[in-house]
């Protein structure tokens, strides 16, 4: 079992209060992603569940019980750092080992876990070797490796993927995703990265200075953000924003439009005149940076490619059904 | 941009290092070759560089003048019990202050360091007339506190820098793994700060083993160690250069042989901090 719930967690170093009162239910086996901009508090949010911060107040409940109190090792999580933190004088067995002969396992016992994690991540091979002569992804592979073979209630998982090359952080998010699903273990994964938390997560967190702006799934974010910063924070490229009369016109101080969902026409053909600035061509889509006068820089996605090039008059009509409205205060308008 | 690496260049720059290593090396095997001469061949002008009467005699006449033996063991005795003492002071307090730092530890590591930037000699009378009351010249406890005292500030630096390097995640880890404190002292710290240790304590050896304003002017011969013993060569009764050199041979082997085994941890410990 994994369940983990938050009941008004507060941190506070001094007088800066980096969590101002989160709550969260997390059930178990599910997949969820902390994200928001750097200095939000999601690491932070995510130690004190770990046990590495105190808590200010509040309460956290692995399985029904308050954990405030209790040491780290023996809340039942593993952690996965950003920076890996592997033991650099052990060899990848000693690394993964290291927890279990924490506890006190027999010999025997711990050295057919180690192999079985190894196994499952493609290990076996470096057992022997020290985490120096191991590239990027297999130290994180390890440092990995040494979480699951202590079979924790849930993984933390810090910006794991941070510090690996664009290609191979594509790769271990698959496999991440892979592995979690078939130890259908609770995960909370950190990271400042939406298509991540996207492609990653049953549900989202989204925080924003120490606060919890949305908990959802990612298409329900996508879909229905409950205000101005989640609906900018998720999606890319980012939504557009529009206020003024054009805006007025649709019944809303402010309106956002996502990139996809803006038509792009010829001029002249009604909707919102511009000129093209920028034209990215990644042959399945093309990225459109509009000068659109009054209403500001839009950009529009087209799926496909468009031979448009800068200078060229277009207009841009938005699908209605895809409009978000915001009120004064930017919250979200549901019809 | 990548500079291409030429023969010409290697071999320039090879003959440099050679030549800057010679003229460095040149003094140290300019006193050992003097300590093979005759006193008179030892100041001939123009000097004779190998050519010259080869004689062992200044070493046998250095032990009997003097006991060669009581001051290496003094000098063994002093620096190795200083640097023992320091490295026990300064562990703990290196280590609090890299793991858990107040407002106050910048300060207070500036300050320690600061005390070395006071010339010695300002603070020789005062020292002087304590130790005279408390009996404590010409013995070997007294120059041991002494120069404990005067290496601390580097040794706790030199501490504070290499735990710094330790990073805070891999103590997260092995807290997240289970292990209590006395543990992770065990097994997860110790072996990554014995390199630290280990090139920490060469180098206060050394310094300590080489110290010697306070050793010449706070011993005479019972606690002397081999500084004393090298400047007793320079006497009133003249300078006796081969014998002065053979003294000075013979004081500096032993440490001379310590620093070359221990090359690789000198080196890392001098350069803390400057590569990864």
Known sequence: ?335 | MARAVTTNRVVISTAAAWLCGFLIFFPILWMVLASFKTELEAFAIPPSFLFFHWTTENYATVQERSDYLLHALNSIIIAGGSTIIAMLIAIPAAWSMAFSPTKRTKDLLLWMLSTKMMPPVGVLVPIYLIYRDLGLLDTRVGLTFILCLGNLPIVVWMLFTYFKEIPKDILEAARMDGATIGRELIYVLTPMAVPGLASTLLLNLILAWNEAFWTLNLSTLQAAPLTVFIASYSSPEGLFWAKLSAASTLAIAPILVLGWFSQRQLVRGLTFGAVK
């Open chain 1, 1 to 335: 079992m994994g369940q983990i719930a938050l009941q008004g967690v507060q941190k506070s170093f001094g007088p800066v209060h980096i969590i101002k009162g989160a709550d969260l239910d997390i059930t178990d086996g599910s997949f969820v992603v902390f994200v928001g901009p750097s200095g939000c508090g999601k690491t932070t949010l995510l130690r004190l569940i770990a046990g590495l911060e105190d808590v200010t107040g509040g309460a956290i409940l692995i399985d029904g019980r308050n954990v405030v109190d209790v040491p780290p090792a023996k809340r039942g999580l593993s952690m996965v750092f950003q920076s890996y933190a592997l033991y650099p004088h052990m060899s990848v067995r000693g690394n993964i080992a290291f927890g279990l002969k924490m506890a006190g396992l027999p010999k025997a016992e711990i050295n057919r876990k180690v192999e079985a994690a190894a196994a499952t991540l493609n290990l076996t091979p470096y057992l022997e070797r020290k985490p120096r002569e191991l590239s990027g992804g297999q130290r994180q592979r390890v440092a990995i490796g040494r979480a699951i073979v202590r079979e924790p209630k849930a993984f933390l998982f810090d910006e794991p993927l941070s510090n690996l090359d664009a290609a191979l952080r594509v790769q271990m998010r698959l496999e991440v995703t892979r592995l979690q699903k078939q130890l259908a273990t609770t995960a909370i994964y950190v990271t400042h990265d939406q298509v991540e938390a996207m492609t990653m997560a049953d549900k989202i967190v989204v925080l924003n200075a120490g606060k919890i702006e949305q908990y959802g799934s990612p298409l329900d974010l996508y879909e229905r953000p409950n205000n101005l910063f989640v609906a900018g924070f998720i999606g890319s490229p980012k939504m557009n924003f529009i206020s003024g009369e054009a805006a007025r016109q649709q019944g809303a101080p402010t309106i956002g439009v996502r990139p996809e969902h803006l038509k792009v026409e010829r001029a002249g053909q009604g909707g919102w005149p511009g000129t093209v600035s920028v034209a990215e061509h990644l042959g399945s889509d093309t990225f459109l940076y509009v000068d659109a006068g009054q209403l500001g820089m839009l950009t529009a996605r087209y799926i496909g490619e468009l031979s448009l090039s800068p200078g060229d008059k277009v207009s841009l009509s938005p699908e209605p059904a895809r409009i978000h409205r915001f009120d004064e205060s930017g919250n979200a308008i549901h019809a």
